[in-house]
Nanobody, 123 residues
Framework: QVQLVESGGGLVQAGGSLRLACAASGRTFEGYTMAWFRQAPGKEREFVGGISWVRSTYYVDSVKGRFTISRDNVNDTVYLQMNSLKPEDTAVYYC?????????????????WGQGTQVTVSS
């Protein structure tokens, strides 16, 4: 059974940093594209950024220059380094995976999801 487990969320002050991790298990994720989404209360789930198997990346404009996605293909783990956090970054952050080499920005393109981790940024 495929599992994605996020960790690293928490409470941080504006301007601070957090690093989220997503550990994949249950099968090999060779060739998979991984992504991070987030969902704030009352809002739709939003694409944050993605990384292909060969480590190409793509980010939503609102996080460019502040967030960085990386992956460890040996240990099937993907990371989201978040710097210069803002209160509007507050959301539940989800890890997702899809079995193609292209980064997609729509949630319905991803077949595997983690349970989410809360990130709260105080002003």
């Amino acid at each position: 059974q495929v599992q994605l487990v996020e960790s690293g969320g928490g409470l941080v002050q504006a301007g601070g940093s957090l690093r989220l991790a997503c550990a994949a298990s249950g099968r090999t994720f060779e060739g998979y594209t991984m992504a991070w989404f987030r969902q704030a209360p009352g809002k739709e789930r939003e694409f944050v950024g993605g990384i292909s198997w060969v480590r190409s990346t793509y980010y939503v404009d609102s996080v460019k220059g502040r967030f960085t996605i990386s992956r460890d293909n040996v240990n099937d783990t993907v990371y989201l380094q978040m710097n210069s956090l803002k209160p509007e970054d507050t959301a539940v952050y989800y890890c997702a995976a899809r079995r193609t080499s292209r980064i997609a920005t729509q949630a319905y393109d991803y077949g595997y999801w983690g349970q989410g981790t809360q990130v709260t940024v105080s002003s």
